[in-house]
């Protein structure tokens, strides 16, 4: 079984419509988590971090955490063209702040 | 803003020939990584270091070496570089969070084809 498990998508919006992303992940220790955005050829960058259970805000991204359900997504409101890309999940055990495990990614497509 | 500079964006090199990948960044991190990235495995840690002359061993270590000489720069050796080592190369460096992981800055990453 994989550290982190994600969909690989496509997952297919509108234009204007709440892209989910999920993304469930296997060992309880693990402590933090974090959603990077991939466009095509590019290098992932960081959208959105969250440690503790809930929901954290940040524009129009909105990451959930539910560390009892090993889950956690990530929502895009008001999607946009620019919004396609691939998102990637990645986790945190806590016990070892170098080891990221990432997740294969989802690619989202937004259509105008 | 952090910069990740990997010195080459494409390779394409013989199976058997040393290869040499280059990372600077300049955001004086003390962390920095090597991934290598494939379509349906994600992104999986070939070795980091966490100071000078330090390094550990990611999950995909076989095959790969590296050399932290200066706290800006990491690199990459494959020393026989064979087919299966064809993928894209992922440098990335963060800070020591308080308390928690820093945020991994990625390079623009390097594309190896070896023949």
């Known amino acids: 079984q994989k550290e982190v498990e994600q969909n690989s998508g496509p997952l297919s919006v509108p234009e204007g419509a709440i892209a989910s992303l999920n993304c469930t992940y296997s060992d309880r220790v693990s402590q933090s988590f974090f959603w990077y955005r991939q466009y095509s050829g590019k290098s992932p960058e960081l959208i959105m971090s969250?440690?503790?259970?809930g929901d954290k805000e940040d524009g129009r991204f909105t990451a959930q955490l539910n560390k009892a359900s090993q889950y956690v997504s990530l929502l895009i409101r008001d999607s946009q063209p620019s919004d396609s890309a691939t998102y990637l999940c990645?986790?945190?055990?806590?016990?070892?702040?170098?080891?990221?495990?990432f997740g294969s990614g989802t690619k989202l497509n937004v259509k105008p | 803003d952090v910069k990740v500079t990997q010195s080459s964006r494409y390779l394409v090199k013989r199976t058997g020939e040393k290869v040499f990948l280059e990372c600077v960044q300049d955001m004086d991190h003390e962390n920095m990584f090597w991934y290598r990235q494939d379509p349906g495995l994600g992104l999986r840690l070939i070795y980091f270091s966490y100071d000078v002359k330090m390094k550990e061993k990611g999950d995909i270590p076989e095959g790969y070496s590296v050399s932290r000489e200066k706290k800006e720069r990491f690199s990459l050796i494959l020393e026989s570089a064979s087919t299966n080592q064809t993928s894209m190369y992922l440098c990335?460096?963060?800070?020591?969070?308080?308390?928690?992981?820093?945020?991994?800055?990625f390079g623009e990453g390097s594309r190896l084809t070896v023949l």
């Open positions: 969250i440690y503790s259970n």
């Open positions: 990645a986790v945190n055990l806590g016990n070892n702040f170098n080891k990221f495990y």
């Open positions: 990335a460096s963060s800070s020591v969070g308080q308390g928690v992981p820093g945020e991994l800055f």
